[in-house]
């Protein structure tokens, strides 16, 4: 597999986290304003327009992907989006550890999900900065032939399970520890 072929795969890893994020805010924005009040952020209220705001950014991240793909020159300037949102998140969570709020819900799975924050999300959220980086790498661009298509297509499917499925684990981690016991 050539860097190109991973960096799309990268790429349309991201979109797809991205979109997927935004819309979860979307059809669930009450539940979502909860979480975000919780965060207890200096400045934020409850109200939908922070929700809104973060459903934008996020659509913003996979739009600037996407154009990076069309004008690759920009790649590096329009990475700065979704590194920012990753950013957000990471210090979010980050400052409410540090302050021993762990009863936070992170919304990463979900408005549903059960999940509180901990350290594992950022360690995750360290994963995906490293790949957002290892995507800005300066490739040799290529064609996308039906071999190369396939490959980037399985390859971006496989980072999808692969996230998904950690996110799994993360949510039903307390369970599993008691399973083993």
């Keep these: 597999m050539s860097y190109f072929t991973l960096?799309?795969?990268?790429?349309?890893?991201?979109?797809?986290?991205?979109?997927?994020?935004?819309?979860?805010?979307?059809?669930?924005?009450d539940a979502y304003v909860d979480i975000i009040e919780q965060f207890n952020i200096t400045g934020i209220t409850q109200d939908k327009r922070w929700v809104w705001l973060l459903i934008v950014i996020e659509c913003s991240a996979a739009v600037a992907l996407t154009a990076s793909l069309l004008q690759p020159i920009w790649f590096p300037i329009l990475l700065i989006i979704p590194i920012a949102v990753l950013m957000l998140y990471f210090s979010a969570i980050a400052v409410n550890l540090m302050q021993k709020r762990h009863h936070i819900k992170?919304?990463?799975?979900?408005?549903?999900?059960?999940?509180?924050?901990?350290?594992?999300?950022?360690?995750?959220?360290?994963?995906?900065?490293?790949?957002?980086?290892?995507?800005?790498?300066?490739s040799a661009t290529s064609t996308l032939d039906g071999v190369t298509s396939l490959l980037v297509f399985s390859s971006s499917l496989l980072l999808i399970l692969f996230y998904l499925t950690s996110d799994m684990l993360i949510e039903n981690h307390s369970k599993l520890a008691t399973l083993r016991n």
């Design 7 to 29: 960096q799309l795969s990268i790429i349309i890893f991201f979109n797809w986290l991205f979109l997927s994020s935004a819309m979860a805010k979307y059809n669930a924005i």
């Design 106 to 138: 992170c919304g990463c799975a979900g408005a549903a999900s059960q999940q509180t924050i901990s350290a594992i999300h950022l360690w995750r959220l360290a994963v995906l900065l490293f790949l957002l980086a290892l995507s800005a790498l300066p």
